[in-house]
């Protein structure tokens, strides 16, 4: 099992920054993708950005430019930098891990943090 804790969310005026912070409850080494997902009120939940184990990155054609997403494996810690929020930034967003061990995939999810950026 593995716990996820989102922090960092808020409200940031259009323009801004925020940093938001996924820590968990065990060792991220062997996670194999870790991802933040988001999810607006009448929408479904998509993914934002996702890093592998080995580093690899990808990102929502939406947020490429302006989302980073990085990995700490030492304080088992995921983040998410956003900079030029845009108001459709707005939305709930997750924290997600993946593991594969074997044939079984485990998934876990966190609570959600709340992002508003105002125009």
């Known amino acids: 099992q593995v716990q996820l804790v989102e922090s960092g969310g808020g409200l940031v005026q259009a323009g801004g920054s925020l940093r938001l912070s996924c820590a968990a409850s065990?060792?991220?080494?062997?996670?194999?993708?870790m991802g933040w997902h988001r999810q607006a009120p009448g929408k479904q939940r998509d993914l934002v950005a996702g890093?592998?184990?080995?580093?690899?990155?990808n990102y929502a054609a939406s947020v490429k430019g302006r989302f980073t997403i990085s990995r700490d494996n030492a304080k088992n810690t995921v983040y998410l930098q956003m900079n030029n929020l845009k108001p459709e930034d707005t939305a709930v967003y997750y924290c997600?891990?993946?593991?594969?061990?074997?044939?079984?995939?485990?998934?876990?999810w966190g609570q959600g943090t709340q992002v508003t950026v105002s125009s």
């Open positions: 997600n891990a993946v593991r594969f061990v074997g044939e079984s995939r485990y998934e876990y």
């Open positions: 890093i592998t184990s080995g580093g690899s990155t």
């Open positions: 065990r060792s991220i080494f062997s996670i194999n993708h």
